[in-house]
């Protein structure tokens, strides 16, 4: 029984590894892809064969009974239920994918994708996408060509778009029209977010040094836009350049320091996942940070988007 | 089993109900129910409407499950009160009965899309079903468009319908039924007709519309009443017989058993017919006799012989081996004026219309031996005499008649004096016999309306009729209206038809339901008449004689094909006429405009730089020029999806904008 059961879902999985490769949109294709009649398929649905079935009997009834008011009602009936087949397939053809961009998403969660379609004034209601067997309508108004779906993510990194299959089963739900498009484009997902682990590690770093304290602290060379006021003359005359002094604070928004090195007995990804975790709350609570990576690379400090972007970027595609 | 996720997914039938999908599937089940309404008991069809109502109702306030108990005593109760009504679960009526019964507990049950789904295919099936009973074509039209409902239930189950307006559901339904409708006549005249039915295809035999084969003082009484067709006959040459020769003899009833009149034995004994003295050319005519789940078929007085396949009876009646379960064709020839074995009546038969129960009617009996003593021989004078009675004894013809005691002749002649054409056959011809005159009572149509417009002749079920024949010595067989002798007629109000004595009661609407009934007629030849043999000849302009079963197979499949590639074709066709863009609109006619003046946008020359050189080159109207440009730039490239109030303020400003040529 079990081997039976699992000899289907074999059979089951091989088909749908198969018949993509069967047909077209299986291999990455460049957009504007557009649905012409060579690549969209259709299927009677369940509801479908059961209907032909009913109809089968109904006909088979009426012949029997030589009763042709009852045949002339099957017929049309038969005929009203067949032609919807074209209106099925009439959802999808002629789709035309124009672009599709994704937004930054964490792995394990949703990513957004936005799918732009080229505007040709007409109403579909009842088309799906499907990502992965996710399957999720995408209704399109006449006049709105723009929709969005969510792919699930897996790993961290660099991740082709996965192939959209989009589907309707409009209007009587007894057939099912698809087509696969596969496009040629990648999305950076952000690393999972894990975050019962320890608060970053507090370091007793340095003390910030900047030009706006009180207490001296040393000299540095001379940046433009420095102030001149701060400009070390003395010591500079004893140099080909300018210096200037630098000061001391302790400022109330002192950069948190979040270090690869802070977190050893972990493997790479939880690390990875720990670090993208501080990241998002420091972001979140408008502090700003300095993310240290494996290889000492440091970026920041800082606290707005371009850098929160820069850390989780960072992060997202460590080896 | 699994089904591979990509041909056949499970999307959308797990999903609940909507309050719109489930509103519709009531009204289809509604409809199903008043499509069989005419079949079943009005309670019950009153119960199982007031259950889709309490349903509707309960789902609509507390969307909960309808416990299972109570579904699983409705799905016993249904059966059991159809065995209950009609004795059996077998058989048409209880049949359809019990199927509508289920349909109404799977809508108790319907909670999901999966549900929903099966109900409308279950309620498709009993709506044909309902066309087994009736194959008029009003009724087919009826229950052709209770497809309707069933389509939008199908068409809300999906997505895309506004929540609040229910139009949008039918229209896919109502379009794609109207498209389809050539290639559903295609696929009716195509589709190959079995010559023999599969199975046991006949109908029950029980007393439905028609004669019965028995006449009981009161049979007729609701069939005098029903306006139902009983049969339309075209007559060779496009004139029917006078209308006081219009007398259709179906059967003949020999034997009385004190209360009520059958055939007997003589009508079904395969003596030969005795021959017919014919004076005048034969009327030929072809008959269309409507299911009368019987095995009379009906002739004009009197037929000359039988069309084929069926047996003429010893008095001349037509009897089909099969009952008539369908609509029938036949082509008779009659004699109206004949004579019917003048010289000698066969023993047999003269035994068969002399025989009367004993112990009935004494007081009949006193009256025909009276008659018979004053006559002497004459017979003709005692037919007279029993016709005079009738004309001047204060009898009355009236459909609501009283009912009669055990001694119903008796009681008929000498209390009642009231009753209508089965009564008068039926006490004249127990007088003739009482006085020794050979007499058979023969029940069918009489009358008719004859439509001159298509030339034929229809008879309503209305137009039963029951006459006398008595043989008299030297002419025959002679037919005997007695009916026709009574003076005085009480028109019922039963809204029958009543033809029985040449008029009657007919409704005011009846004229326009004769003359309608072409259509109907024309839906009976054509349609419902359409059969294995007329399917055979169907190719005849295309000069083959005979389609076998395999031409027309091949003809439906190439029609097939061809509707769908048609179908395809139209179903890619993109939008025509794409939407006009309003404001390009608009700027083309500033453009116009600008050119009659003499400023021609250049070609390549973009609108900033356009519109700037037109406000150069007029500068009077400078300011107003610059407006428009910036409120075009808007428009045309800075708001995704600019809104439509705009655009028309924009077209406005356009139309008011009048350009003067600059004097240089």
Redesign the interface.
């Known amino acids: 029984m079990d081997a039976a059961i699992r000899e289907?879902?074999g059979l089951?999985a091989r088909?749908?590894r198969w018949?993509?490769a069967l047909a077209r949109g299986r291999r990455p294709e460049a957009l504007p892809v557009t649905l012409d009649?060579n690549r969209v398929?259709i299927?009677p649905?369940?509801?479908g064969l059961?209907?032909g079935v009913?109809l089968a009997?109904?006909?088979?009834?009426?012949?029997?009974?030589?009763?042709?008011?009852?045949?002339?009602?099957?017929?049309?009936?038969?005929?009203?239920l067949?032609?919807?087949m074209?209106?099925t397939?009439?959802e999808l053809?002629?789709l035309t994918l124009r672009s599709l961009h994704a937004d930054h998403g964490f792995c394990d969660a949703r990513l957004p994708i936005h799918l732009a379609f080229a505007d040709?004034?007409?109403?579909r209601?009842?088309l799906?996408v499907a990502l992965d067997?996710i399957?999720q309508?995408c209704?399109l108004r006449a006049g709105v060509s723009r929709a969005t779906a969510t792919a699930p993510t897996e790993s961290r990194g660099w991740m082709p778009i996965p192939r959209l299959?989009f589907?309707s089963?409009?209007?009587?739900?007894?057939f099912?029209a698809?087509s696969w498009i596969t496009p040629d484009q990648y999305v950076l997902v952000y690393p999972r977010i894990l975050r019962d682990g320890q608060p970053p590690a507090h370091h007793d770093d340095p003390r910030e040094r900047t030009t706006g304290g009180d207490e001296f602290a040393g000299l540095r060379e001379y940046h433009v836009g420095d102030p001149i006021r701060h400009v070390a003359w003395k010591a500079s005359a004893r140099h080909d350049h300018l210096l200037v002094r630098e000061f001391e604070r302790a400022a109330p928004g002192q950069p948190l320091r979040f270090d690869w090195r802070d977190l050893p007995g972990l493997d790479r990804e939880t690390r990875i996942s720990r670090l993208a975790a501080w990241v998002c709350d420091a972001y979140a609570a408008a502090r700003p940070w300095t993310l240290v990576l494996e290889d000492r690379r440091t970026l920041g400090p800082g606290s707005d988007a371009a850098h929160y972007h820069h850390c989780l970027t960072a992060l997202a595609e460590l080896p | 089993m699994k089904a591979p996720a990509i041909p056949l997914g499970t999307h959308g039938a797990t999903e609940e109900l909507a309050p719109p999908a489930f509103n519709l599937l009531c009204i289809t089940v509604l409809c199903v129910l008043a499509a069989h309404a005419p079949h079943m008991p009005a309670w019950y069809t009153a119960i199982l409407a007031a259950i889709v109502a309490a349903r509707w109702w309960q789902r609509r306030h507390q969307r909960g499950r309808v416990s299972a108990w109570l579904r699983i005593g409705l799905l016993v109760a249904v059966p059991a009160a159809v065995i209950a009504v009609y004795g059996t679960p077998f058989g048409r009526e209880p049949g359809a009965a019990i199927v509508c019964g289920l349909l109404v507990v799977k809508l108790l049950e319907s909670e999901r899309a999966r549900d929903a789904r099966m109900a409308i295919g279950f309620a498709c099936f009993i709506l044909m079903s309902a066309l087994l009973f009736d194959q008029g074509l009003a009724f087919t039209i009826i229950v052709g468009l209770m497809l309707l409902p069933a389509l939008a239930t199908l068409r809300a189950l999906e997505p895309g319908l506004p929540e609040t307006e229910w139009w949008p559901a039918f229209r896919t339904g109502t379009a794609l039924l109207g498209v389809s409708l050539p290639a559903a006549l295609l696929g009716f005249l195509l589709i190959p007709r079995l010559a023999t039915p599969l199975w046991g295809a006949q109908g029950n035999g029980e007393a439905r519309t028609g004669m019965t084969d028995r006449m009981a003082p009161g049979d007729l009484h609701s069939l005098l009443t029903d306006n139902a067709v009983a049969m339309r006959i075209g007559f060779d040459g496009g004139v029917p017989p006078q209308k006081s020769q219009r007398y259709f003899r179906g059967m003949v009833l020999w034997s009385f058993d004190g209360r009520a009149w059958e055939p007997g034995a003589a009508a079904r004994r395969p003596w030969r017919p005795a021959p017919l003295g014919v004076h005048d050319p034969l009327t030929r005519y072809d008959v269309t006799l409507l299911a009368s789940h019987r095995h009379w078929m009906f002739a004009l007085d009197m037929p000359v012989d039988a069309p084929e396949g069926v047996v003429m009876g010893p008095d001349h009646t037509l009897w089909s081996s099969k009952t008539i379960d369908q609509t029938v064709h036949y082509r008779v020839a009659s004699a109206v004026d004949y004579q019917l074995a003048p010289e000698r009546l066969d023993p047999r038969l003269r035994a068969a219309a002399l025989a009367l129960p004993d112990g009935f009617d004494p007081g009949a009996r006193a009256l025909a031996e009276r008659w018979r003593n004053a006559a002497g021989n004459n017979d003709a004078a005692i037919v007279r005499d029993a016709l005079a009675l009738f004309h001047d004894g204060g009898f009355v013809y009236d459909l609501d008649a009283p009912p009669l005691d055990r001694n119903s002749i008796d009681d008929f002649l000498f209390n009642t004096k009231t009753g209508f054409c089965e009564h008068y056959a039926s006490a004249f011809t127990f007088l003739m016999r009482a006085a020794g005159i050979p007499a058979r009572v023969v029940v069918g149509y009489q009358g008719g309306y004859w439509n001159a417009f298509a030339h034929y002749l229809l008879i309503r079920q209305s137009d039963a009729h029951a006459w006398s024949e008595v043989w008299l010595a030297g002419r025959g067989w002679v037919r005997v209206d007695p009916t026709a002798a009574v003076s005085r007629v009480v028109l019922a109000d039963t809204g029958g038809a009543a033809s029985d004595v040449g008029g009657g009661n007919r409704s005011w609407w009846m004229p326009w339901q004769n003359r309608l009934d072409v259509i109907n007629r024309w839906w009976g030849q054509t349609v419902v008449g359409f059969d294995a043999l007329s399917q055979e000849h169907l190719f005849r302009p295309f000069g083959i004689e005979r389609a076998t079963a395999q031409m027309l197979g091949i003809a439906l499949a190439i029609a097939v094909f061809l509707a769908l590639g048609f179908g395809a074709l139209l179903a890619s066709l993109r939008p025509r006429h794409k939407p006009r863009d309003a404001l390009a609109a608009a700027q083309l006619r500033l453009q116009k405009r600008l050119a009659h003046i003499g400023i021609v946008r250049g070609i390549g020359e973009g609108p900033r730089d356009f519109y700037r050189r037109t406000a150069t080159e007029l500068s009077d109207s400078a300011p107003t020029i610059n407006r428009l440009a910036v409120e075009y730039l808007a428009l045309r490239y800075a708001l995704a999806e600019p809104p439509p109030e705009r655009i028309r303020a924009f077209l406005r400003a356009v139309r008011n904008f009048h350009p003067r040529r600059v004097v240089k």
């Not at chain 1, 009834?61 to 009763?67: E, H, I, P, S, V």
């Not at chain 1, 089963?169 to 007894?174: D, N, Q, R, V, Y």
């Open positions: 289907r879902e089951a088909l749908r018949l993509p009649r398929y299927v649905t369940r509801a059961g209907f009913l009997t109904m006909l088979i009834g009426a012949l029997n009974y030589q009763n042709n008011a009852a045949l002339l009602l099957t017929c049309m009936l038969g005929a009203t067949a032609s919807s074209l209106l397939w009439r053809h002629d040709d004034r007409r109403a209601p009842g799906h067997d399957e309508p209704p299959r589907f089963t409009l209007p009587f739900g007894l099912r698809w």
